[in-house]
């Protein structure tokens, strides 16, 4: 998630100081899928706008070797690092995607910080440290940016001589003067302790012969100033020191230490019908300076709704669009109350907890092809995927399977796919399994498979990928609901290798209810063993599996196991926790 808390900086530069809102870069800087490279008070600045015109201010280093951004490559949507190919989102920095780790999710902590950014009078502004009630420079409205020039001169020496630039010096601060006879504002950016760069402001539009008068006079001012630096002493850079990114920032407090955690809060800002059956949710954070964290494809986000209960729903955003989150959401006919409360009790304007977005159904990139198969709701976590493989360019399709094309939603989002969008409507079950066996018929090298939607076809589809000869790594699903009859009836012992407890399951009661019952810790989700939030190691004895997260391939492997649903074919179980 985004960071705005304040970093540690060179102590002779007095706060109130790094609190001014400073010009950093002028507007045309921050040139089409370009990274400009900014600094203040020494602090090294990566500056660049996305194609959705946001105008991204972030300390300029890559997380992982410390490289500079500035030298990496601007999508439009993301940055992407020039070294090693991590990706850091629009607006709130938070690292998308990690090829050398690309069956993984990278954790939402990995975020670059971030500093506040305004674009006015043709210039980008910032701070590094704005505190409350720090004023924003009160300029009129039609001002016209002249040509910025460097000096290398310390911010001092700037100010003394720059009285002298027009008649009627008024200081407005310590970093900006205003001239009345000329109506020139001169703003001071103190880049470091040695070099500080004049940007003037005048009443516009202007001519060439006025903007010819005053890169004249600025010429002349540099030249003077810098011949009076050149017989004082050099200043020592300034220092900031790059501290390790703070990963605490949240809005509220979690409701509660015990299950699924909701604690954001965001307003309800669209709530539309988007196919019959399916209504989409517009989620935007209740204060716009602290962006929700960074989404990636696959992720879903837990709701707390109006009756108390808590449930999950995956998200459609694609890449860079991270001032929102939008999920989409079924009307069961048989709703156990989440899709009825989503559908009946919730409102536009209204405000709710989440939680950050979980993701246990990444997306990998490495692939040569990849073929995602969506049935029904199931589309929503296939539609984000699609978009993050088509804004990179890499080969895939969606398959999509619906009753009708009223069924099919977010028309908007898969008109922009193209011909990669393949509906399949109507098929009954047999239908199905006949399109799911051509979809599969050849596996082929570093192809890859993405299936989500109701259980049954989540079955036919792995079961055929099997026959077909897909190798189980590359086959990946994501169950909504666990549709398996549970059986509880089993006692059994565990061991807390790392807690030094020995508890008792009896039956009736999950391995995560007894584990709360003792004071410990467990994540939770959707607690049906879908989702995998609650996977625990097991060091020693034989788990009885009965979730529909784990491969069949994990499941032999019996070294994990998802607590809220299996339990032990043996007498005793070794977990790691």
Known sequence: MPITSTPPQDPTIPPEHLAQWLPVASA???ALRHVFHGQLWGQELALWRADDGTVNVWENRCLHRGVRLSVGLNEGRELRCIYHGWRYANRTAGCTYIPAHPADAPARTICNRTYEAREAHGLIWSAVAPQPGTVWPDLPADLTALRPLPVTAPLDLCREFAADLAEDPTPLSPFCLRFGSRALWLFLQPSD???????????GPVGRDVLRYWSHRFETLRRRIEAQAAHQPAPAPYAPVYAPVDPELAAMPARSRQGPKTELRARIAEHRQTAEGICALRLEPLEPRIPLPTPQPGAHIDIALPNGLTRQYSLTNGPGETGFYEIGVKLEPASRGGSAAVHGDLRQGDTVALSAPRNNFPLRRDAVQTILL??????????????ALAAQGLDYCLHAFARSAAHLPFAERRDRLGDAFQPHLGLDPQAVAAQLEQILAAPGFARHVYVCGPGAMLDAARRIAADRGWPEANVHFEYFSNTKTLDDSSRFEIALARSAMTLQVPAGTSILEVLRANGVDMPSSC??????????????GAPDHQDVYLSQAEKAAGDRIMTCVSRARSGRLVLDL
Do not use: Y
């Open 28 to 30: 045309g800087d921050l």
């Open 193 to 203: 302790a040695g070099k500080t760069i004049l940007r003037g402001l005048i009443p």
């Open 374 to 387: 969506a049935g029904g709701i199931g589309i929503t976590p296939m539609l984000a995927m699609a978009q």
């Open 527 to 540: 607690e049906q063993g879908a989702c995998g939030t609650c996977l625990a190691g097991v060091l020693d």
